[in-house]
């Protein structure tokens, strides 16, 4: 080549060997070295990069994400369970269902037809951008020349449900110089139809239309998504027509998940025991979208989950209604009145004790709060959109209407009562009725900083018997944690209230022991380590921490000249305190020490045993509570039974 006539003539080259070029290409042109042709991997490359622009969660209301922290729950994709159920028949001729588990490699490999029901939430997007990336692999677009292509409900719209026009928009969208390479008759196409129970009733007669005609077509393969199979309707089809259940997580997928998103591993640990004994999870669906927010907020605030109860569902919720579009005469009710909607049916229901209605009183109740505001609901169908597309309602076979949660309820109507009916008086009253205790905590978790709520809740709850005295301690456990920025002197009156009532509470089970019923001859022990687990378990959160530490050294300073032998209620209010601490949760063991070494503990039969109890059951390593100490306290057991 040097020597060619034509180079010779010139001064001004220069040869790039290997090293050279392969440093350029790296620099400029990364993609050269992967698999497959020019037009698919620049088609990859864009829908890649639409996916992570389209990420549901990116803007939520309590955290903002980082690129990075997309990118990271982008990655963390946990397979899903899929199964289809089918009929079949046994020997006696009758019918039986079979449950067949189906993969995403199933659903990519197969040439049939698939509709996936999944609750909101459940990932059915995540996994239709599996599909889709897992469709893009280079050499099968190449060779099989397929397309993979998401089809975006407005679009469908702006084209009148026009299905193959609104592929090639698509197409054009996202490769716009290199659409002119994609030979529409060569190719085929898997169209993914997210969600397509948004649309109205008459848009998804005629999108249906749309599918069946196309699915006569071989050059189209289908995969749609769902919240309910009822919803659609297609016909039958040349190819099978598939239909798939999206589970919702189990315990071993949660765990999975949350250890796989804290690099961590102890501070993931730490969050999968809160989840289990916090009994968040059964006033929530298990859903990937509920397990994300959790984990976001813990990551964020460290915080345990009931102080950041109302931070979850507010996002939860937001997310739900922010996809659930509602047609007016003149506008599109926007998010905060949807939830005003639902806040002001739900305060109703709460009041009523109703916990389902009929869905005629349901519309007419939505007409009344909305007509005022000059919104008409029009049609009885954007009632049912209402109830079937937000996944907060239902509506069963009976046309009763209620909550899918009874937490949705509780959320809803301490959002009425804090920003529309400011009665919290109503919560006071009604503090020892579970619902209304939990509408409180929420309604606590809104402000987060409310000393007034506290004095006026001590003074006017309802404190009168066994019952009471069990409950509020719950209750105000959880509300002093959902006001974690109160002030601390504030939140130790709910502390100091609540270990009153768990000794009132001891005095009355002792005496109960001595009548007939279900307390009768029960051993002290017992009683104790029952209040015991009580207390510990609505009180062990960092956000109490300081508090706890704090009421410990102020009984200690006020009852300094009454710490000796046979004080009980000072010592079991400071042993109550002591093992919370130094619960599983805290950590925290100085104070438990401590007591130990004083003799308002260890000259007390019933204290020394709980004690050992304790230090058994929670199987704290001697390494924060010495050989020493627990000699001193199996000594004084021995002492006390020869006694």
């Known amino acids: 080549i040097s020597k060619s006539p034509e180079l010779r003539s010139h001064s001004n080259y220069k040869f790039w060997w290997n090293e050279k070029l392969i440093e350029y290409i790296d620099k400029f042109y990364p993609d050269f070295w992967l698999p497959g042709d020019f037009l698919s991997k620049q088609y990859k490359k864009a829908v890649v990069n639409s996916i992570r622009t389209e990420f549901e969660i990116k803007e939520l209301s309590v955290t903002k994400l980082s690129d990075t922290r997309v990118q990271k729950l982008m990655d963390l994709f946990i397979t899903p369970r899929l199964m289809e159920i089918s009929p079949v028949k046994d020997p006696r001729l009758k019918k039986k269902l079979k449950r067949t588990r189906v993969t995403i490699e199933d659903i990519i490999e197969s040439k049939d037809h698939f509709v996936i029901e999944g609750d909101p939430g459940s990932g059915k997007s995540r996994l ?3 599909l889709i990336c897992d469709l893009l692999e280079s050499s099968r677009m190449t060779k099989q020349k397929l397309f993979p292509v998401k089809v975006k409900l407005p679009n469908l719209r702006k084209n009148n449900f026009d299905i193959e026009k609104t592929v090639r928009d698509e197409l054009s969208h996202l490769i716009p110089d290199e ?27 005629i999108l249906s239309k749309q599918i069946n005609s196309l699915m006569k077509n071989t050059k189209y393969r289908f995969v749609v ?40 591993l102890n501070r993931g640990q730490r969050l999968i025991n809160v989840l289990k004994e916090s009994n968040i999870l059964e006033k929530l669906p298990t859903t990937p979208l509920t397990i994300t927010l959790i984990s976001l907020l813990y990551e964020d605030t460290d915080y345990e989950i009931p102080a950041t109860l109302t931070d979850i569902y507010d996002d939860f919720v937001s ?19 949807k939830k005003r909607v639902f806040a002001c049916i739900a305060y109703q229901m709460l009041e009523k004790k109703e916990f389902e209605i009929k869905k005629g009183e349901f519309a007419i109740r939505i007409r009344s709060y909305l007509s005022p505001k000059g919104i008409t609901l ?6 049912l959109r209402f109830i079937g597309n937000s996944g907060i309602l239902y509506i069963d076979h009976n046309e009763m209407v209620g909550f899918k949660h009874l937490s949705f309820l509780e959320y809803f109507a301490s959002f009425e009562l804090f920003y529309v009916n400011p009665n919290y008086e109503q919560l006071i009253k009604n503090f020892n009725d579970v619902n209304w205790q939990n509408a409180a905590i929420f309604y606590a978790g809104i402000s987060k900083d409310m000393p007034w709520f506290v004095e006026e ?160 059951i929670q199987e704290i390593d001697k390494e924060y509570v010495s050989d020493e100490k627990r000699k001193k306290i199996k000594n004084e057991i021995k002492r006390f039974k020869k006694l």
């Open 319 to 337: 997310i739900l209604l922010g996809k659930l579009e509602v047609r007016t005469k003149t506008q599109l009710i926007d998010l905060e009145l």
């Open 378 to 383: 029009a049609e009885e169908e954007d009632i």
């Open 128 to 130: 239709v951008n599996k």
């Open 225 to 264: 998504t769902v919240r309910s199979l009822e919803n659609i309707n297609f016909e039958k089809s040349p190819r099978k027509i598939r239909e798939l259940y999206l589970q919702n997580f189990n315990a071993r997928e949660i765990e999975r998940f949350v250890l796989k998103y804290f690099e961590d």
């Open 457 to 616: 809740l001590i003074n006017g709850m309802p404190n009168e018997n066994l019952r009471d005295w069990l409950i509020n301690v719950g209750g105000m456990g959880y509300l002093s944690q959902a006001l974690y920025m109160t002030d601390v002197e504030d939140r130790i009156k709910l502390i100091s209230k609540s270990l009153e009532n768990t000794v009132v509470a001891f005095r009355r089970l002792k005496d109960l022991t001595g009548e007939l019923g279900p307390y009768y001859k029960m051993p002290l022990h017992i009683i104790g380590a029952i209040l015991v687990f009580w207390f510990n378990m609505n009180f062990r959160s960092v956000t109490l921490a300081h508090c706890l530490e704090r009421l410990y050294e102020d009984h200690l300073r006020a009852n300094a000249n009454s710490l000796g032998a046979g004080n009980f209620e000072i010592a079991f209010k400071l042993f109550l305190i002591a093992t919370t601490l130094a619960s599983e949760y805290l950590n925290r063991y100085e104070k438990l020490n401590d007591l130990i070494e004083r003799d308002c503990f260890l000259k007390d039969p019933l204290l020394i045993v709980l004690g050992d109890m304790f230090l058994d």
């Open 179 to 205: 659409v002119g390479l994609v030979d529409f008759e060569e190719f085929s196409f898997v169209v993914f139809l997210d969600s397509i129970d948004d649309l109205y009733k008459e848009e998804l007669e």
